[in-house]
């Protein structure tokens, strides 16, 4: 029987190895110098100004909302076909999510819908929007920050799927996912079915010097050592608590693993680039929908998404070939929780028909080409 074939997986190299287990022998565990310098090194990355790094992708946007005072008076909108972390962080505020449906050529949220329905609304109903740049697809932000800006919203890109991915805007400059220009704060997860693995481990990134400065304080109880910012002095030993914060740190176990995997970033971008290209040749002529770029936007490859008319049956087929495909996402809407709220999954036509369809079948960096052979035959055999 060949090898269970999972749909992600990470790859941890002995070099990374080395620089977790020097970490382990050095002064700090946690807060220490492996955070500046994975946050700079991200922050590089991505081409942004601040970085933050954090407990888990979850956590940074909790700290993002708490910053951008969501509280039980905000109305936030945001994708149904998302992890259920992007609409929680709304809840753990007490504001309420709201989802706009997405668009069936992209399966990203429809910004005509969010048009709509802001036209549709007094101003001022609306204090933000959480787009995701749903499997690595990056959302047209040079367009969703224009509308933003005309109805007074601030932006949080959930990029959890998306480090490496860009598109170019109007003016033909390249915009990186997470790089602050489009939206004021941007997360990203380091999960270990993500690009970048830590274990557990979150970044947000962002332009804004006083949400930086903000999220910095977020992160640690909201207590501060900075003499700029004491209110008093009562001597060496004194800080202060200013803001109710979270313990929301990363370790420098994970900082060093996370630092380590960012040098790999690139390689492992281009090859699941080189796998996508691969299964968009090999379903060409078959019955099976994907969803291709739209000129310009550089897709990132976290998820390889094929939409096919009997997704059980095929599922169930994969798996007695120890292939084990996974549904991103239920529509969150669909939830046992959101509907007590009072949510009707309904109201969401092309998510609920997208759910129906939807299959991600094996992505990662480390697959090989006698894998993804093989994979490609027991789908074929399966889905014409
Ligand atoms: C993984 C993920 C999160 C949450 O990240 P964690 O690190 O698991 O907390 C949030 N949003 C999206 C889109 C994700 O894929």
Redesign the pocket.
Same mark, same amino acid.
């Given at each position: 029987m060949q090898q269970a074939i999972p749909y992600g997986k990470q790859f941890i190299s002995e070099e990374d190895i080395r620089a977790v287990t020097e970490t382990l022998k050095s002064d700090f565990l946690t807060q220490g110098p492996k955070i500046n310098e994975f946050e700079e090194k991200f922050a590089a990355y991505i081409g942004c100004d601040y970085a933050v790094a954090v407990a888990?992708?979850?956590?940074?946007?909790h700290l993002s909302a708490l910053a951008l005072n969501v509280n039980s008076q905000s109305k936030v909108i945001t994708t149904p076909i998302?992890?259920a972390?992007?609409a929680n962080c709304v809840r753990y505020c007490g504001g309420e999510a709201v989802f706009v449906d997405i668009d069936a050529s992209t399966a990203l949220i429809d910004i005509n819908k969010i048009k709509a329905l802001l036209n549709a609304s007094p101003k001022g109903t609306y204090e933000g929007i959480i787009p995701?740049d749903?499997a690595g697809l990056p959302v047209n932000l040079e367009a969703l920050h224009q509308l933003a800006n005309e109805y007074g919203l601030w932006i949080i890109e959930?990029a959890?799927?998306a480090p490496g991915g860009y598109f170019i805007d109007s003016k033909g400059v390249k915009q990186n996912c997470g790089n602050g220009v489009y939206a004021d704060l941007a997360?990203f997860?380091? @999960?270990p079915v993500?690009h970048i693995a830590c274990g557990?481990?979150?970044m947000i990134t962002t332009n804004n010097k006083a949400l930086y400065e903000s999220l910095l304080l977020l992160r640690t109880h909201g207590i501060t050592k900075d003499h700029s910012l004491l209110h008093e002095n009562h001597g060496g030993w004194y800080y202060e608590m200013q803001e109710l914060g979270y313990n929301y740190r990363l370790s420098d176990i994970n900082a060093a693993l996370g630092i380590s995997q960012l040098k790999r970033a690139d390689e492992g971008l281009e090859k699941r680039k080189a796998i996508a290209k691969k299964y968009d040749e090999a379903f060409a002529n078959s019955s099976i929908k994907i969803i291709k770029p739209a000129e310009g936007f550089n897709h990132a490859y @976290?998820l390889y998404v094929i939409q096919v008319e009997d997704r059980k049956g095929l599922y169930d087929h994969l798996r007695r070939h120890n292939i084990f495909a996974q549904v991103h996402y239920i529509p969150i809407p669909m939830q046992p929780y959101y509907k007590q709220l009072g949510y009707n999954a309904e109201h969401y036509p092309n998510a609920n028909d997208y759910y129906e369809k939807c299959l991600s079948i094996p992505m990662y960096p480390t697959l090989t080409g006698q894998e993804q052979n093989f994979v490609i035959q027991t789908i074929l055999e399966f889905n014409k």
């Open positions: 888990n992708g979850t956590a940074a946007l998302t992890f972390a992007s995701v749903f959930d959890c799927h997360i997860s380091f @999960h993500k557990e481990g979150g @976290h």
